[in-house]
């Protein structure tokens, strides 16, 4: 099984490609999570991890944000990230899956989710 921290050529450039090519809730997204704006934690973007590129994750949190868009919708689409979602819970991950739409219709509402998610996590040791 891969680790956490994916240093493969190839999904480091393909991550990179992905960053210069976000879709508008990737950014929306981004614009809010820049500078550990979200309880001084820091969340990296199109991330390689496990043999995939997340679309956020805030490693100290164990925290993956997933933005979906309607190619997830199809029954191909919800497989692959039914998969997807396994495979980063075995590397000790969470993952949030929040549709694009929502993003962008109440980003307040999901900053919220995240920021939920973020307080349910133990107080470190």
């Known amino acids: 099984m891969l680790g956490r921290h994916d240093r ?3 999904l480091r450039t393909f991550a990179r490609r992905l960053r210069t090519e ?10 809010l999570l820049r500078g550990k ?9 199109q991330h390689p ?3 995939y590129i997340v679309d956020f994750v805030c490693l100290k949190a ?12 199809d029954p191909a689409g919800l497989a692959h990230d039914a998969l997807r979602t396994r495979r980063l ?7 949030l899956r929040v549709p694009d739409d929502e993003m962008l219709k109440d980003p307040d509402a999901v900053v919220r989710t995240i920021v ?9 040791p």
């Open 62 to 73: 164990n925290l993956v944000v997933e933005l979906d868009g309607g190619q997830h919708a």
């Open 22 to 31: 976000s879709t508008d809730a990737e950014r929306k997204l981004s614009s």
């Open 37 to 45: 704006q979200l309880n001084g934690l820091q969340f990296r973007r």
């Open 49 to 51: 991890i496990g043999g």
């Open 8 to 10: 493969t050529p190839r």
């Open 89 to 95: 819970e075995e590397l000790g991950l969470r993952v």
């Open 116 to 124: 939920g998610e973020l307080e349910a996590l133990p107080p470190p």
